[in-house]
């Protein structure tokens, strides 16, 4: 009856590698929150599989990884997680330039939950770097929604499990 | 709340189990988690398991790194294996001259030490460690080793390189631990001069290569090219290893303390292998006190 749940964890996987992966110095300002998009990317693809509970799971696995306070990332992405279901049958009608916009508005959102958690627990910073994955998330997203719709539409098409 | 059913673009019917009330739980549940870890130390053995069971995923994403850096070595051309065995043979060669001179200066320190009646200076023991090459988070400066609690390192325990002070680490779990850089706007290093001996405080300032020094009054001695070296105070870091080199002092602005940056003395950007320094010999392995 359910739908097999793997390829939401695989992507959740690759997502924190990327994250995870080590950067040049000069790149490293401009990495996305590839989780925070995979988040969002199930959240409006397959809401009836991948819910609010999910995107806390992955908060508590993104915490543990970056080392931040546990139950910070959890808190963001089950936010934007909450905000993507309560829109999503708007957002998927969306043109792409608009859909990008959203998602942009998004990560910042998430970006201003981190920020207010980390200014609550004393560990306010405000420097410009904080904004950077934001950006780049936003500029990527285009390509990274084209290549997650390639992988989710093969899965689609071969098994019909997933429909 | 009632389900509600909806169908989504492509027809397929799902329910939409109220996502109100299930963000208002995971609000309400990751708070709790946050002031847990937060104000006390509720969760420090969760988050040693959590951390430790995160440590395949790290180095699987290390892999890679590893696997060039083994490529380098292994498939090196001879002759350049030949050339950086004679670099490092020289290397050695000046480098057990200065020890030469450093031993009779050390009996003579602890002749000195001993008519002063004070105690004699242990020497430290190091470890190597290696760092993953794991990015945690670009705003702050934390890294992974691969060394934990099961070779003996320990919360607090300094690491240094070839050159100067690294950090300390901040968790130890079993098979690996999570350090903190002396650059990471968290962290603070007592510091002396090596000129003079004025003691002061190294902040680190977010950036791999600076260092802030922020408790100095205007009338403070230092200059740019002054030597920096931990102060052995506080006790986290044992003294006389080098932190870093003054860059910067500025006295123009209008505030009673000076605006003074040195560079860190490490390599911190290009680090691969660091020394966890056992500062006693009740310290070294098998650490006894993992429960801190």
């Known amino acids: 009856m359910s739908a097999p749940r793997w390829p939401v964890w695989l992507l959740v996987l690759l997502a924190l590698a990327a994250e995870l992966l080590s950067l040049p110095v000069a790149l490293q300002p401009l990495r996305p929150s590839w989780t925070t ?5 199930w959240c409006l693809m397959w ?82 770097g904080r904004w950077g994955p934001v950006l780049a998330g936003a500029l990527l997203w285009p390509v990274a929604m084209a290549a997650m719709d390639r992988f989710r539409e093969r899965l689609e098409r071969r098994d019909s499990s997933f429909n | 709340m009632a389900p509600i059913q909806t169908v989504d673009s492509e027809g397929r019917a799902y329910r939409n189990v109220s996502p109100g009330l299930r963000f208002f739980l995971t609000a309400l549940l990751s708070l709790a988690l946050m002031f847990l870890d937060h104000r006390g130390t509720y969760m420090e053995q969760v988050r040693t398991w959590l951390g430790a ?15 060039l850096h083994w490529m380098r070595e292994n498939l090196a051309l001879r002759e350049h294996l030949i050339t950086e065995n004679s670099t490092l043979r020289s290397q050695s060669l000046k480098d057990s001259a200065e020890l030469q001179r450093l031993a009779t200066l050390e009996a003579e320190n602890a ?25 945690m988070d670009p705003l702050r400066h934390r890294i992974i080793l691969n060394r934990g609690s099961k070779d003996g390192a320990y919360k607090g325990q300094a690491l240094i390189d070839a050159r100067g002070v690294v950090g300390q680490i901040t968790r130890d779990q079993v098979n690996s631990s999570e350090a903190i850089l002396i650059t990471d ?29 922020p408790y100095l009054t205007r009338n403070a001695d230092i200059k740019p090219g002054d030597q920096l070296v931990t102060s052995g105070l506080g006790g986290a870091f044992p ?9 910067r002092v500025d006295g123009s602005s209008n505030d009673a303390f000076l605006d003074v940056t040195a560079t860190p003395a490490a390599a911190l950007d290009r680090l691969r292998e660091v020394l966890l320094v056992f500062q006693s010999a009740d310290d070294a392995p098998p650490a006894e006190d993992p429960g801190e």
């Open chain 2, 185 to 213: 706007p968290d962290h603070a290093v007592p510091v002396e001069i090596v000129r003079n001996g004025l003691r002061t405080i190294a902040v680190g300032t977010g950036d791999l290569d600076r260092l802030s020094l």
């Open chain 2, 53 to 67: 069971a995160m440590y395949p995923l790290q180095v699987a994403i290390d892999s890679p790194a590893a696997g």
């Open chain 2, 111 to 135: 002749r000195l030490r001993a008519l002063l009646d004070s105690r004699a200076r242990i020497p430290d023991r190091v470890v190597v460690g290696e760092i993953l090459a794991v990015d």
């Open chain 1, 47 to 128: 809401p009836g599989r991948f819910g609010v509970f999910s995107a806390f799971t992955v908060g508590l696995i993104v915490d543990v990884a970056h080392g931040s306070l546990l139950g910070q990332h959890a808190f963001s992405l089950s936010l934007v997680a909450y905000v993507v279901l309560k829109l999503h049958l708007q957002m998927r009608v969306f043109p792409l330039w608009q859909l990008t916009l959203s998602v942009f508005a998004l990560l910042t959102l998430e970006a201003f939950a981190v920020l207010w958690i980390d200014g609550a627990s004393g560990r306010a910073d405000f420097s410009p």
């Open chain 2, 239 to 247: 003294g006389g290893y080098p932190v870093g080199t003054i860059n």
């Open chain 1, 37 to 41: 998009m995979v988040v969002i990317y």
